[in-house]
């Protein structure tokens, strides 16, 4: 293999994340990020949970969890309300429509890819690791403030 065939298919991973992105926005109405905060709420016990564990879930900063949760909201998908414990709080709330969206959702190349990974022998997972290390290093990008969720909302690719 190349220096050529491994940027080759570093693009192809990037540009293959990006057309799924698009695809479901097309098809779902939502992005990526979107349908993943639609699917922890519906895990979550009566489908409520708060931003902060949202952000967590996510691994996305405060400002980004704000915006998705604006638009999850504004199309009928959550709905916040205050916590009867604590007023001071809001939870968010995982509507009748936010459930048929998930149900009517595809698997996700994120999903795909975790059950392939996990499926794996773990000395052949400890050689991606280890792979997957060695890149970011060389790339310089082992800084970068990134969520585990694979997504091109925030930095989108053409």
């Not at 990037?14 to 699917?39: A, D, F, T």
């Not at 790339?139 to 930095?155: F, L």
Request: hydrophobic share 40%; charged share 25%.
């Amino acid at each position: 293999m190349t220096i050529i065939d491994i940027l080759i298919k570093l693009r192809k991973i990037v540009r293959s994340v990006n057309l799924e992105s698009k695809q479901v926005e097309k098809e779902q109405g939502v992005s990526i990020p979107q349908l993943l905060c639609l699917q922890f709420l519906a895990e979550q016990k009566d489908f409520k949970a708060n931003a902060t564990q949202l952000k967590d879930f996510l691994n996305l900063n405060a400002s980004t969890i704000s915006g998705i949760l604006r638009r999850l909201e504004k199309k009928g998908l959550v709905a916040k309300l205050p916590k009867a414990s604590d007023k001071r709080i809001t939870l968010l709330l995982l509507t009748t429509n936010g459930m048929k969206l998930i149900k009517s959702a595809p698997i996700t190349f994120q999903q795909k890819l975790s059950e392939k990974l996990q499926a794996l022998p773990p000395e052949k997972l400890q050689t991606i690791i280890d792979g997957i290390d060695i890149l970011t290093n060389i790339m310089e990008v082992d800084k970068v403030d990134a969520s585990p969720i694979i997504t091109s909302e925030e930095y989108p690719i053409n």
